[in-house]
């Protein structure tokens, strides 16, 4: 049966701001150190197409459906700069083209590799590209994912819940912005930062942050929350994300922020339908198309905009999920794009993964010059210097980060099968015979605890098995098993 779903409310916005914007292209970015097969990456794609037909949909009407195009394979000898040079990297891909929805591009230079999986804001939200590059570097390590069918939207979803809820959305542009004169361009520049450490607090330091770098008292931000646990084992790669509007008033500390972002996400008031939600899902397309632009340069002009900034929280990315046989990723980052709607001046997007932290933050080009100074004040704020010390950010709506021991003996096992990993006097394991008794003993105490949350106590002498037991413990209480 074809796969087929409404188009949102969300995804007709999207839509209507290509005529003014160009293409809205999300893009996540893997580097990693290792060889990936082009014809083994093909093979991946055209698998991942079947188990997640979001990456090849068509628009007919009303409805995507899954009878586009593959997504194309680009190969590039060498790669690019996507720290030091990264508004010229971001942009190499140009546009997509013959009605395609998604394309990987794998850039190759000797035992470096970068994948950039790129798709159209319009089809996909960051979780949703996350969720496909995923199932292809399953494909690629010769596992099925588990598929994303779902044709649920962010509306429908709302309404299956039956939740009601109080957004804080604001009804006018209040919160003050860059101020300048559009070009009818849109051209935006992009700002990258790595933070050593993985900790809480993220989006609310950031928000406290550009308050006072914009001295907005009546400071309003938009954090998208994913809605996918909400989906009840059903997964989708479309637009499942629904804002969280928060206010930060003046001299409120990022502490106290947070705690509000908490219980605002605790009262899923992420999930209300606002007026404005509603006559977007009610404006023809046509209409929509020409009224955006219009609204980009009055904003601009006034340097009012209806939030201060928008703050995305891709969450924590596992390593080991995008690692293979020769291949292991070392840094994982989304990339922002131009804002699809008149909303903001300022984004910010935040990736974590291992232990390091990305934030990438777009403005307009014109303000090029301010990303510096916005980057100073990111540091200032915190305390921190771009030497990378451990800092005091992280992501909201979680709970405290801490080490993963299972991402990071997944990742060796990943990059190193063949190699030893335990030795006792003549006996010895590989790390893939480790990990395959690792994941037998962990299967074994799931079934006889029952769930992740049980005590276990170990009386063993020093050996192998005691190491295995260990780390099959582990697994088993990590409460992420899969």
């Known amino acids: 049966m074809l796969y087929s ?3 949102s409310a969300n995804e007709r916005l999207y839509l209507a701001s290509e005529k003014g914007f160009g293409q809205l292209i999300l893009q996540l970015i893997v580097e990693g150190c ?21 990456c090849r949909v068509r628009r007919q009407g009303s409805h995507w459906t899954a009878d586009g195009p593959l997504p194309h394979l680009r190969v590039t000898a060498g790669c690019p700069d996507f720290y030091k040079d990264l508004n010229r990297s971001a942009r190499l ?12 591009e794998l850039f190759a230079d000797g035992d470096r590799c970068i994948l950039a999986f790129r798709c159209l804001h319009a089809v996909a939200d960051a979780q949703g590209l996350l969720l496909w590059a995923r199932a292809v570097f399953s494909f690629l390590r010769g596992e099925t994912p ?15 819940l039956g939740v009601k809820a109080r957004s804080e959305a604001p009804l006018s542009p209040s919160s003050i912005g860059f101020q300048g004169k559009a070009d009818g361009q849109h051209r935006y520049s992009l700002s990258r930062v790595t933070i050593a450490g ?8 950031i928000a406290v942050m550009m308050r006072d770098y914009f001295e907005d008292p009546d400071a309003t931000f938009m954090v998208p929350v994913d809605l996918r646990p909400h989906l009840e084992g059903e997964r989708s790669t479309g637009n499942l994300t629904l804002p969280l509007f928060i206010q930060a008033p003046e001299g409120q500390s990022w502490e106290v922020l947070f705690q509000r972002m908490l219980k605002a996400f605790d009262g899923k008031r992420y999930l209300d339908i606002s007026n404005l939600d509603r006559f977007q ?20 002009k006034q340097g009012r905009y209806l939030v201060n900034s928008l703050i995305s929280s891709i969450g ?41 932290t990305e934030i990438c933050i777009s403005v307009p080009q014109e303000f090029e010059h301010r990303l510096d100074e916005i980057v100073q004040k990111f540091f200032a704020a915190t305390g921190l210097s771009e030497s990378g010390r451990p800092c005091v950010f992280g992501l909201p709506l979680r709970p405290l980060d801490k080490p993963d021991i299972n991402e990071r003996i997944e990742g060796m096992a990943n990059r190193f099968p063949d190699r030893i ?21 962990a299967s074994a105490l799931l079934r006889r605890g029952g769930s992740g949350a049980m005590r276990l106590a170990l009386l063993m002498n020093r050996s192998i098995e005691t190491v295995l037991t260990m780390l099959a413990s582990l697994k088993a209480v990590d409460g992420r098993w899969r």
Request: aromatic share 6%; glycine share 6%; hydrophobic share 45%.
């Open 198 to 205: 993985v900790h809480v607090g993220i989006s609310a330091r």
């Open 146 to 160: 588990p598929s994303a069918l779902s044709p649920l939207s962010d509306r429908a979803l709302v309404a299956k």
């Open 421 to 441: 990993a335990l030795e006792e006097g003549s006996r010895y394991l590989s790390y893939s015979e480790m990990m395959t008794t690792r994941d037998l003993l």
């Open 93 to 104: 891909h140009g546009v997509l083209h013959d009605e395609q929805v998604a394309e990987i």
């Open 5 to 7: 779903r409404n188009v």
């Open 281 to 300: 899902s009610l404006a023809p397309v046509s209409l929509l198309s020409w009224l955006l632009p219009q609204l980009h340069v009055r904003q601009m």
């Open 34 to 54: 290792g060889r990936i097969d082009p014809e083994a990456l093909q093979s991946a794609i055209e698998k991942a197409a079947v188990t997640h037909p979001g």
């Open 316 to 356: 924590r990315v596992s390593q080991a999920d995008f690692g293979l046989t020769g291949f292991q990723a070392d840094v994982i980052c989304f990339l922002p794009m131009p804002i699809p709607i008149p909303i903001a001046s300022t984004n910010f997007v935040v990736t974590e993964y291992g232990r390091s």
